[in-house]
């Protein structure tokens, strides 16, 4: 019996994207011939200063690449590798390790909604589908489930730009975009940061 | 901590003063008898210091439960690059201590960690933040630089031997970082793949120099135990489960949230006393005493002392002291798909028996759940539980097989009732006309 293949000869759908075969394995960019923009350099060169081996400042290097250009762009992953004299391959095998960065391009507000079992025990699934629902189409939102995001006390929750909100109810949600996209503050009086500890007797 | 009616009365460690405004600065902090055992402890030697540790019992609070001062005591001495590292990576669902710790009062966890680097004699520190804690991280650094301008970190501290370090390093998001060797090597600027054991960090840890790694609350404890003496705070919970601990309670609770309490407390008294209970007209079906990866327990075992020991001997653990309470609203199946799913998708992938088993209990609880399953399904799924369990190089296998184990062997009967109850409404399994039974 015959197997239906890919192009690439392969079973797996995608396994190549990563690389182009034709291409000859690219290497630590020629600090000569390649741009890098002064505050992305700056930023990587004080981080690789805080560590005995430079190495340590590839994921500090990385978030700050990924702030630049929205997502860690083939362009973006060669800068780093120029600045930090390691492979584009090393960093791109870190970056795509963590959830956090982005090896396709993404909306520039991340909205994560938990929904590991603590806050879907309240919830979550619920609010995610509300909030894909309330930025449909808009490219400018990268809403994604993300596993547990350390904040079961205010679940269901969501991480916003970096801003924890919760507990969430659905119609939050069209709140969020709204806000979003006229740049306020996220539900102020939803932020964590204002919440107080649940612990009755650590209220003297 | 119990008054004269044996009422809990408030005597908080971590927690006293958590939420005065501005404890996050250094002035208030200090105004609250912050550094002062830092600076007691400096005036001690080292084995002072460490002896303090290891009178006071206290266990590591990130989910091992390992002895905190014998830890320290494993770091060889010598004048060679020695390492702290602070385990900020909380990242096991149903936990969010560390969180509000490092939020409202990271002054403690710096003055804890300055203490417990110059027990060990380390002289480079690091904080690994979990990548998502960004305003965390951001009042972190504030209170770093804080202790740094106040002669707290660096060369020489206040007139001392003792110099160090400290660099708060984020991360990017992935569970596995939380495993003490994953860590290291996310630390370093690789991949987080846990290594092989031993050696033990203590030996060869980051850059491959003796390391001691500690959880955030841990190291947050080591003023309070300077302050009162190694001694007297092991007066405190029970006599192998010392001091407080803070629980993180989520879930189908009332009043979910963190509350320190003494160890040894009945755990019906945090479920029910301090979080509330379920909601009205619900009972508790099932509940995770240490975080996702701890086996079940069942609303019997609320009576049992919340303490290392005794989660332990009922077939669990106390682990990092997250209860997450499910009540019976909730199926068993949904529960343990979820989590099945959160481990496939956080498996680094460096050792087989984690990377398929996850993946292959992930598609058999899909068929239990679509009820294309048969009950014998169930047997695989234990005994594939069974193959992952101490086969690998970390534990992230057996965080996924040990609730998953316990959730089939504990429910297996409402397990068995979806698998029908789902054939039953997809028209599987009907009896063939003709066929005799």
């Known amino acids: ?204 | 901590m119990r008054g004269p009616g044996g009422e809990i009365v408030s005597d908080k460690l971590l927690f006293k003063d958590i939420d005065e405004p501005g404890l996050a600065t250094i002035d208030v902090y200090k105004r609250r008898g912050g550094y002062q055992s830092l600076e007691r402890a400096l005036k001690c030697s080292r084995e002072e210091v460490l002896q303090n540790l290891m009178d006071s019992g206290l266990r590591g609070r990130g989910g091992a439960g390992f002895a905190m001062g014998r830890k320290a005591s494993f770091l060889p001495r010598g004048t060679m690059d020695k390492y702290l590292v602070c385990n900020a990576d909380e990242s096991e669902p149903g936990t969010f201590k560390d969180r509000e710790l490092m939020q409202k009062s990271p002054h403690m966890l710096v003055e804890g960690m300055i203490i417990a680097a110059y027990a060990a004699d380390a002289n480079r520190s690091f904080i690994y933040i979990r990548g998502e804690y960004q305003q965390q991280a951001e009042i972190l650094e504030r209170a770093i630089q804080e202790a740094r301008d106040a002669g707290y970190l660096g060369e020489r501290i206040l007139g001392s031997d003792h110099s160090l370090s400290l660099v708060l390093h984020r991360g990017a998001g992935a569970y596995i970082c939380g495993e003490e060797t994953g860590l290291l090597d996310s630390l370093e600027g690789k991949r987080g793949n846990p290594r092989l054991k031993p050696p033990f960090p203590a030996n060869q840890g980051l850059y491959q120099g003796p390391t001691l790694i500690n959880n955030v609350e841990t190291l947050a404890t080591v003023p309070h135990i300077i302050r009162m003496g190694g001694g007297e705070y092991a007066k405190l919970g029970t006599e192998t489960s010392t001091g407080t601990k803070l629980v993180s309670v989520s879930g189908n609770v009332q009043r979910p949230g963190n509350y320190e309490i003494e160890l040894g407390i009945p755990s019906r008294e945090i479920v029910y006393g301090l979080a509330g209970g379920p909601e009205r007209g619900r009972e508790i079906k099932l509940w995770f005493p240490g975080g996702s990866s701890s086996p079940v327990l069942t609303p019997a075992e609320l009576d049992l002392p919340y303490d290392f020991d005794s989660m332990a001997k009922a077939g669990s653990m106390l682990g990092s002291g997250a209860i997450i309470v499910v009540d019976d609203s909730v199926s068993v199946v949904d529960v343990a798909l979820k989590l099945a799913k959160f481990y496939r998708h956080e498996s680094c992938g460096k050792c087989t028996p984690c990377r398929e088993g996850t993946n292959w209990t992930v598609k058999m609880l899909q068929r239990v759940e679509s009820g294309e399953a048969t009950p014998m399904d169930l047997d695989i799924i234990a005994s594939v539980q069974q193959q992952i369990m101490g086969n690998c190089l970390c534990v992230l296998g057996d965080a996924m097989a040990m609730p998953v184990a316990s959730m089939v062997s504990k429910f297996r009967g409402e397990f068995e009732a979806h698998i029908e109850a789902r054939r039953a409404a997809t028209g599987l399994g009907a009896p063939l006309a003709g066929v005799g039974v």
């Open chain 1, 1 to 204: 019996m015959s197997v239906a293949r890919y192009d690439h000869g392969s079973r797996i759908p995608g396994w190549d994207d990563a690389v182009d075969l034709s291409k000859d394995p690219a290497e630590v960019p020629d600090p000569a011939t390649m741009p890098v923009p002064a505050e992305l350099r700056a930023a990587i060169e004080a981080a690789m200063a805080k560590y005995p081996d430079f190495r340590s400042a590839a994921i500090p290097a990385l978030h700050a690449a990924q702030d630049l250009h929205g997502w860690c762009s083939p362009e973006a992953i060669e800068q780093v590798a120029c600045v930090m004299r390691l492979t584009p391959a090393y960093l791109t095998a870190v970056a795509t390790f963590y959830d956090m960065f982005a090896t396709q391009p993404v909306g520039r507000h991340a909205v994560y909604v938990c929904t590991n079992i603590s806050c879907s025990l309240r919830g979550a699934d619920a609010l995610h589908s509300a909030m894909q629902e309330a930025a449909a189409d808009d490219p400018d939102f990268n809403v994604r489930a993300f596993e547990c995001l350390g904040a079961c006390d205010i679940a269901p929750m969501a991480s916003v730009n970096g801003v924890y909100v919760g507990p969430l109810e659905v119609s939050d949600a069209e709140t969020i975009v709204a806000q979003l996209r006229a740049g306020e503050d996220v539900l102020p009086e939803k932020q964590l940061l204002r919440r107080a500890c649940a612990d009755p007797g650590a209220r003297s």
